[in-house]
Nanobody
Framework: QVQLVESGGGLVQAGGSLRLSCTAS????????IAWFRQAPGKEREFVAR????????TYTDSVRGRFTISRDNAKNTVYLEMNSLKPEDTAVYYC???????????WGQGTQVTVSS
């Protein structure tokens, strides 16, 4: 079973950048498709971005496309979410999740807070 730990969150001004990391332990991250989700206060959790096991097919939700970049370094057992041109509406707890096959994501990290001030 894989364990996931997110890091890199923090407080940033609008227009700024952050890079989130999702580091795996227990199993090699190369065996999993990884996704980032986020949940803002009072809102449902929403999909942000996804990267396949091979890393050559990233997918983004419309609101972050062109601003966020998901990538993976299997040698470091880590997936990244580079976030640029941040907006106050990007404020949320960001979670990474893993799945070995198509379907639901059974493995989740504990989340990291991202706060964007206006």
């Amino acid at each position: 079973q894989v364990q996931l730990v997110e890091s890199g969150g923090g407080l940033v001004q609008a227009g700024g950048s952050l890079r989130l990391s999702c580091t795996a332990s227990g199993r090699t991250i190369s065996a999993y498709s990884i996704a980032w989700f986020r949940q803002a206060p009072g809102k449902e959790r929403e999909f942000v971005a996804r990267i396949t096991k091979s890393g050559n097919i990233p997918t983004y939700t419309d609101s972050v496309r062109g601003r966020f970049t998901i990538s993976r370094d299997n040698a470091k057992n880590t997936v990244y979410l580079e976030m640029n041109s941040l907006k106050p509406e990007d404020t949320a707890v960001y979670y990474c999740a893993a799945r070995g096959t198509i379907g639901a994501y059974p493995y989740w990290g504990q989340g990291t807070q991202v706060t964007v001030s206006s």
